[in-house]
């Protein structure tokens, strides 16, 4: 049975309510798209003792980040951080590990970000990087928290970290998704 089926009998329901109760129902909270969490995933990439980072520009201004972007619909999050780190640094990955979920509460926005250990594999010199990429940088976690480009927001640090402290969960953990 298709998920539009499930919908089908509420809307006739939804049609038959008194005027304004449909429009009230519809700015829960809950249901205001712009409110939920967003999905992100981002690549702890090490080499030796440094880590894999781009520097990029986001609301004019520099900042550095783990490779990390948005899961893109109907795409499994192995998929997007493999695609987030060929996109923004030009090197293919192979993600061995979760570090963890972790949770951004911003003012109007709340991130949550699934942050995978990832082996380097491959680099394509010849690939042009996202546009808000300006470079990508290897550096120690030192060189990271001292950097004058400041970090996008303190889950840099904290998932080097926890990487560096053995946090790691089977990928096994990870249920794709179903067809």
């Known amino acids: 049975m298709g998920g539009s089926a499930l919908i089908r009998p509420i809307l006739p329901r939804m049609n038959r309510c008194q005027p304004g109760q449909t429009q009230s129902w519809l700015r829960h909270p809950m249901r205001d798209i712009s409110r939920l969490p967003r999905i992100t995933v981002a690549a702890v990439v090490p080499n030796g ?5 781009v520097e990029e ?17 109907n795409e499994s999050l192995i998929d997007a951080v493999i695609r987030e780190t060929r996109e923004e640094t030009a090197w293919a990955v ?20 699934m942050t995978f250990l ?7 010199s010849k690939q042009a990087l996202d546009t808000e990429i300006v470079r990508t940088h290897w550096l120690t976690r030192d060189e990271i928290a001292s950097h004058v480009v400041p970090q ?28």
């Open 118 to 124: 990832c082996e380097a594999l491959e680099h394509d």
């Open 94 to 113: 192979r993600p061995v590990g979760l570090i963890g979920i972790y949770q951004l509460l911003l003012p109007q926005v709340h991130f949550v970000r």
């Open 152 to 179: 996008r927001s303190a889950l840099v640090l904290r998932c080097i970290d926890d990487h560096l402290a053995g946090r790691l969960w089977p990928l096994e953990q990870i249920v794709e998704p179903f067809s």
């Open 49 to 53: 003792n440094r880590y894999l980072l």
């Open 57 to 73: 520009r986001i609301d004019q201004r520099l900042v550095l980040n783990q490779p990390a972007g948005h899961l893109d619909p």
